[in-house]
């Protein structure tokens, strides 16, 4: 289905990906905001994610060739904050997506992954390399929906992210092209600001646990549109909450 392009008003740069999406999202997520249209609103900027990291490669391209590849997955053990509307989107796209034998077993991945991860930083997840329940050999059976953080996470040496995961005493050398993971994090900052901005709750959760609570109580996404603030409390994260209190960057 196509979508709508974002309208970005001069160079295209993390502030004004940030206020453009803000403005465009504010007015798509007025309350009550059924299921159905958070994770349009979610799918909108994940389709503006590819739009503007094309358009920003040709102005300003990589300095060597992304090494990322299907089946390269030595990121997907680390923890991943969303905003709602990308967390809800992610659910409906594996309840759409999966029969009932395979989201039940699903299910039961994202839940131990969760009783073993929850409350990690960031610091403590990549010591504990636990994969994401959303790997199948590999490779992520839910690549279309997957969140801003995961499409803006990129790497110019794949041997290098192995490195810092399996020795992450190490300080090993890790290059990225820049501008892609900003996009992302800007577009998943534009997400948050638009729900806060209508007194929806903004605060940034941890994927795991909120995928565990949308997929076990699916009637969570609803509440959460309708401005329940307890609808996810139980996957705020608070490293994250921190960092952002404390004026400093943000985990992936």
Request: glycine content about 6%; charged content about 25%; some cysteine.
């Amino acid at each position: 289905m196509a979508r709508r392009s974002l309208p970005i008003v001069g160079n295209v740069n993390p502030r004004s990906v940030w206020e453009s999406s803000t403005k465009v999202l504010t007015r798509d997520l007025r309350r009550p905001v059924p299921r159905a249209r958070a994770s349009e609103a979610a799918a909108d900027a994940a389709a503006w994610f590819d739009e503007l990291t094309s358009a920003v490669a040709e102005s300003v391209p990589p300095e060597r060739p992304i090494a990322c590849k299907p089946g390269c997955a030595h990121c997907c053990s680390l923890k991943v904050v969303v905003a709602a509307p990308e967390a809800i989107r992610l659910a409906d796209w594996l309840r759409a997506t999966l029969d009932d034998g395979a989201l039940a077993d699903l299910r039961a991945r994202v839940e131990a992954t969760d009783d073993r991860t929850r409350g990690m930083t960031v610091a403590q997840r990549m010591q504990a390399r636990v994969p994401c329940p959303l790997l199948a050999k590999d490779r992520c059976i839910a690549h279309e929906a997957r969140p801003l953080s995961c499409r803006g996470a990129n790497s110019y040496d794949a041997e290098a992210c192995r490195q810092s995961l399996e020795h992450p005493e190490r300080r090993s050398e890790f290059r990225c092209y820049g501008p892609q993971v900003a996009i992302g994090d800007a577009l998943r900052a534009g997400v948050s600001t638009a729900a806060a901005a209508n007194q929806l709750d903004g605060t940034m959760l941890e994927l795991i646990s909120a995928l565990r609570t949308l997929l076990s109580r699916p009637p969570a996404a609803n509440e959460w549109g309708a401005g329940r603030r307890d609808a996810l409390t139980v996957a705020r994260d608070k490293e994250f909450a921190e960092l952002v209190k404390a004026g400093k960057g943000s985990p992936r």
